[in-house]
């Protein structure tokens, strides 16, 4: 069993900067590949971001390349998500989400954390 928190959301102004944190426990974090997702209301959950156990792969959703990036301490058990140059349609409530694989992927998560709000103002 791991537990995923989430910290970090807010509200930004538009092209601004948020870092998200995933803090978890339980289970050896080392051996869990972790993502990032989003979901608005009344919408599906989307794939953001996935990063390996070690940290040497990333993936990202085409729509979020070049802005956001992905990292992971595995002594801090923590994963984060960075985020800049934030527009209007990042405003979402972000999940972290860690999947018991080497092999990271945009889906079959096993454990989810309880969201973080982000906001952007135009």
């Known amino acids: 069993q791991v537990q995923l928190v989430e910290s970090g959301g807010g509200l930004v102004q538009a092209g601004g900067s948020l870092n998200l944190s995933c803090a978890a426990s339980?289970?050896?974090?080392?051996?869990?590949?972790m993502g990032w997702f989003r979901q608005a209301p009344g919408k599906e959950r989307e794939f953001v971001a996935a990063?390996?156990?070690?940290?040497?792969?990333?993936h990202y959703a085409d729509s979020v390349k070049g802005r956001f990036t992905i990292t992971r301490d595995n002594a801090k058990n923590t994963v984060y998500l960075q985020m800049n140059n934030l527009k209007p349609e990042d405003k979402d409530v972000y999940y972290c989400?860690?999947?018991?694989?080497?092999?990271?992927?945009?889906?079959?998560?096993?454990?989810w954390g309880q969201g973080s709000q982000v906001t952007v103002s135009t």
């Open positions: 989400a860690a999947r018991y694989s080497r092999i990271i992927s945009s889906h079959d998560y096993d454990y």
């Open positions: 339980g289970r050896t974090f080392s051996t869990y590949a």
């Open positions: 990063i390996t156990w070690s940290g040497s792969v990333t």
